[in-house]
């Protein structure tokens, strides 16, 4: 027998967040980021290159490749870039272009969070106990503010911040995993949405590169579906089933399958650097998922604590399999963030005083010191974080943009105003709690993608290191490059326009130069047939450079 329910929520608890302030958050949090900048060290610029090179022709969309090295099988993606390229081609930046579907992805995991965790919040099982004197929350505004909640959970989430912003296979899978907690969620409300979601989310994660994911859930929502008190979400057993057929056919169509499974035996620094991941990767989410599951345990068999909490295990046990794997421990955040918002209910006065408390004082001190670096730039006082930047970022030259400096004290005024707002007399609604956090976040991303873009681009981006190598081979020549990684080859070929050959041995190459990456510890290699040119440093934060080497004249292939 189930214990009584925890939640006891007012009606003015219940009270929804206001929506343009919500939308100015989120846009706040999604849009810094996408304009203005290169694609960035690695997986962002690899996947980029697979995705321009199928816009421009120069490689097949079944078998994408960059310098001849193939890409995995994780198609859906690149697709998806390749088509906005293709589409607004004619007007818009290669890289900007690739990067819009995915902004519009993040949208999409936001909006699938909320609706998720609203459909969840609206079973009975959920709904808060009516009060002795009446005042009780109305269903439908409670499952609202939970909701909201849940949103600001999210945003607030640090894993989500650098990831969620990035044009990767794996932002497509976070989308399909929203998509499918929404399908399971709604499946009692929506039946025909939630079929079609269920169809599509298992289908995706399969073509993005994550087949085994797509199963997991796949016997996870079906085991959950089946226990449910709810004859819909019995009926939806089916097309779960369905959606897992459909995601192992196609996973076997692209050759999706893979043993990734990285974890044999975990020595304690290993085990210690998995907690770290969980703990820093899923803050703020986190605490209040262990509180939910705490206060909630009698419950967990209920559909707004399983499908959360099921969803969520199987993104942490493939991290945990996968050797602590950030990119697939992200997915779980969706749920992690439904699950977070159904303790907000139950959160005692001093744990939400804490958060809040905490949340001021980190992000304001945050805010604070970009400022200070942000100034130091501009006018050389204080002297030393200037001098910082110069030596993370050598040859970068400070520039003024006059819409960054605007957006960056709007969004600190905001900050400010709000700090003034939560901690100067008691509020009531149940998401006030993660109002800071989120904030925070969305602050720091703010003011990082404005004031602090430039030097940050030019310090990740690979552009400055191919502008060295352009001092001795021209443009447009051909260079081989066995050995370099793939984002090393996409950065040859897109931002210096090299012919790139990356798979035939420099011993057989038609290629009149050469480049390889050497330790700066070790003395030029000396290779058979080949003249050493230059040596440039790939990064200066560590010891590896560009070794250039040229054919001489003489045994020039070409």
């Not at 199963?215 to 097309?239: D, H, K, N, Q, T």
Request: aromatic content about 10%; some cysteine.
């Amino acid at each position: 027998m189930n214990s009584p329910n925890p939640a006891l929520v007012t009606r003015r608890a219940a009270q929804r967040l206001p929506r343009i302030p919500l939308l100015l958050l989120c846009a706040a949090y999604v849009l810094p980021g996408v304009f203005g900048r290169d694609p960035w060290k690695t997986a962002d610029i690899t996947a980029f290159g697979y995705m321009v090179n199928i816009a421009q022709g120069r490689t097949s969309w079944l078998a994408p490749t960059v310098g001849g090295l193939p890409a995995d099988a994780a198609l859906l993606p690149y697709w998806l870039g390749a088509s906005f390229i293709k589409l607004l081609g004619p007007w818009v930046d290669p890289a900007l272009a690739a990067r819009i579907p995915f902004a519009l992805l993040l949208v999409l995991v936001l909006v699938l969070t909320w609706y998720s965790t609203y459909h969840l919040a609206r079973t009975e099982a959920a709904q808060p106990l009516p009060l002795a004197f009446g005042g009780e929350a109305d269903p439908i505004d409670y499952a609202r503010a939970i909701a909201d909640g849940a949103l600001l959970a999210l945003i607030a989430s640090l894993g989500l911040l650098q990831l969620g912003h990035e044009t990767t296979p794996e932002l497509v899978q976070l989308a399909s995993v929203a998509l499918f907690v929404y399908a399971l969620a709604a499946s009692p409300f929506r039946a025909a949405q939630s079929r079609l979601a269920a169809l599509a989310a298992l289908a995706a994660l399969a073509a993005s590169g994550a087949p085994s994911i797509s199963m997991a859930l796949a016997v996870v929502g079906s085991m959950i579906c089946r226990a449910s008190g709810y004859e819909p979400a019995r009926r939806f057993v089916p097309w779960i089933a369905a959606g897992g057929v459909l995601a192992a056919a196609i996973a076997t169509l692209l050759g999706a399958w893979g043993w990734r499974v990285g974890v044999t035996q975990l020595s304690a620094n290993g085990t210690w650097e998995l907690v770290r991941l969980l703990v820093w990767f899923t803050w703020p989410a986190w605490p209040l998922a262990v509180w939910t599951v705490w206060r909630w345990r009698g419950h967990l068999s209920d559909r707004h604590i399983a499908i959360p909490l099921g969803c969520a295990a199987v993104s942490v046990l493939a991290s945990i399999t996968m050797g602590g794997s950030d990119r697939a421990l992200m997915l779980g955040l969706p749920p992690l963030a439904v699950l977070a918002a159904f303790a907000l209910p139950t959160l005692q006065r001093s744990a939400a005083a804490a958060i809040d408390w905490f949340s001021v004082c980190f992000f304001t001190i945050f805010a604070a010191a970009v400022w200070v670096v942000y100034i130091s730039m501009q006018t050389g006082i204080p002297a030393k974080p200037a001098a910082n930047i110069a030596r993370l970022s050598p040859g970068y030259t400070p520039r003024f943009s006059l819409l960054a400096l605007v957006l960056a004290i709007a969004g600190t005024v905001a900050w400010l105003w709000l700090v003034k707002w939560r901690t100067g007399r008691s509020r009531h609604p149940l998401w006030k709690s993660l109002v800071l956090p989120a904030s925070g976040v969305a602050l720091g991303w703010l003011l990082a993608m404005t004031l602090l873009l430039p030097p940050l681009d030019h310090a990740r981006s690979e552009r400055a290191l191919v502008q060295r190598i352009a001092l001795h081979i021209p443009s447009r020549d051909c260079i081989s490059a066995p050995g370099l990684s793939r984002a090393e080859v996409v950065a040859l070929e897109h931002l210096g326009g090299y012919r790139v050959d990356a798979v035939t041995p420099s011993s057989a190459t038609r290629c009149p130069f050469m480049l390889q990456m050497q330790t700066g510890a070790a003395p030029a290699a000396k290779v058979p047939g080949w003249d050493l040119l230059a040596r440039e440093r790939s990064n200066p934060s560590d010891d590896e450079f560009a070794a250039i080497y040229r054919r001489p004249p003489a045994a020039s292939k070409r």
